[in-house]
Nanobody, 126 residues
């Protein structure tokens, strides 16, 4: 059974940093062709944050986080990460990791991904 588990969320002041982790169990992350981070703020729809192509490590970012967030993966630990720097109150949300086995297109769309974690809360105070 495939399971994705996020961790690393918390409360931080504006300007601070957090690193989110997403660990895969049941299968190694390397069988997924694309993995991503999405977030959902209260009262808003879930939105794309970042994606990483597992083979090669190419990363993609939403404009609102580009230059502040960095996605990475560690095959040996079967884990992917989202380093978040210079956090802003608008980054407050529940952050989800997601994975896709046979990526074709549209890494920024939720429907691309078959597997999802339960989310980890990030709260940024002003």
């Amino acid at each position: 059974q495939v399971q994705l588990v996020e961790s690393g969320g918390g409360l931080v002041q504006a300007g601070g940093s957090l690193r989110l982790s997403c660990a895969a169990s049941g299968r190694t992350f390397s069988i997924y062709s694309m993995a991503a981070w999405f977030r959902q703020a209260p009262g808003k729809e879930r939105e794309f944050v970042a994606a990483i192509r597992w083979n090669g490590g190419t990363t993609y970012y939403a404009g609102s986080v580009k230059g502040r967030f960095t996605g990475s993966r560690d095959n040996a630990k079967n884990t992917m990460y989202l380093q978040m720097n210079n956090l802003k109150p608008d980054d407050t949300a529940l952050y989800y990791c997601a994975a896709c086995m046979n990526y074709q297109r549209n890494y920024y769309q939720e429907r691309t991904y078959e597997y999802w974690g339960q989310g980890t809360q990030v709260t940024v105070s002003s």
